[in-house]
């Protein structure tokens, strides 16, 4: 009886399982296995309508992987990840440690912080390319006062620095991000443990090093794992911004993938892009949860 009855719950609990998993097999699965099968086809604006795809095997991916412009994009993805990686998790952690200390006004300031993070990225791409204007931007403006430069700097359409633009703007609404998670594991961290520490002589600095370190190690490889998810795969900020521009200088795969399918209407080219994101990604979920495995052990 009681066999039956686990069978029976068990069978239920599939039974509301089953929209999910189905409304997820038709936005998220076929799409994908779609993905996949136009990535090793040859499909372009020529035989779109007649539906004719030649398949060509790894051929697209070859084709990318000999591309200079495929090459450079790979490297913008690379740089605009790890820039925005080290500068919103230092910053985001020093946030933290600031606010995980009680002291008035905290909770308002932390608050005002969290503004950037709370607003859509279309308003935040859209605000930081005002910014960054050459003739009426708050940066150049700010600069020329402080007599930093003696120009205003064109910095969305200089290759130097449109790249360095777009990442101050997605620190700034990374920082946030980074900072709320870590404060949560900060202050899961039992103020008795630093007490015992400080009795036994303990300074601050070793406090940091052999106690909060240790106790955030969970929550930082968290907040770097999901942060270079979030960046390594951003389109809308670039997008809106700068659009990879000047000269691919920042084009990243979103973007590039973007515009060699729906511009250049390089189908399975645009595909191939997507899948090499994709692998990219799925390699570092992997090993995240390799990792999360070697912490349970």
């Known amino acids: 009886m009681k066999l039956s009855m686990a069978a029976r719950k068990s069978k239920e609990a599939y039974i509301f399982i089953l929209p999910g998993f ?28 007649s539906g004719e795809s030649v398949f060509v095997g790894l051929e697209n991916y070859k084709t990318l992987l000999a591309d200079q412009t495929f090459r450079l994009v790979f490297k913008n993805t690379l740089e605009f990840t790890f820039a925005c990686l080290l500068i919103q998790f230092t910053v985001g ?15 308002p300031i932390r608050g005002l912080v969290l503004v950037g993070y709370m607003m859509p990225m279309s308003v935040t791409a859209l605000l930081g390319k005002n910014l960054f204007l050459l003739d009426g931007g708050v940066i150049n403006d700010l600069l020329m006062k402080l007599h930093l430069v003696s120009a205003p700097v064109d910095w969305l359409v200089n290759g130097g620095t449109a790249l360095s633009a777009v990442i101050a703007v997605n620190c700034w609404v990374g920082i946030p991000f980074n900072m709320l998670l870590l404060t949560s594991g900060l202050t899961g961290i039992s103020e008795d443990v630093y007490e015992s520490a400080s009795i036994d002589g303990a300074t601050s600095f070793q406090r940091f090093l052999y106690i909060t370190l240790p106790l955030m190690k969970s929550a930082m490889l968290s907040v770097l794992m999901l942060g270079f998810i979030y960046t390594f795969k951003a389109f809308d900020l670039m997008f809106i911004m ?19 399918a729906f511009t250049q209407y390089e189908f399975s080219q645009g595909s191939t892009i997507a899948m090499i994101l994709f692998v990219c990604l799925f390699c570092v979920g992997l090993f995240y949860l390799k990792l999360l495995g070697k912490e349970d052990d």
């Not at 189905?22 to 996949?36: A, K, M």
């Not at 952690?93 to 909770?107: D, E, I, Q, W």
């Not at 700068?242 to 060699?260: E, I, K, M, W």
């Open 242 to 260: 700068t659009a990879g521009g000047p000269f691919n200088s920042t084009d990243v795969l979103g973007t590039y993938a973007y515009s060699r």
């Open 93 to 107: 952690f020093l946030f933290a440690m600031f606010f995980s200390k009680k002291f008035t006004l905290a909770g």
């Open 22 to 49: 189905i409304y997820l097999l038709i936005v998220c699965g076929y799409p994908l296995l779609y993905n996949i099968d136009l990535s090793f086809k040859n499909l372009n604006v020529k035989n779109f309508a």
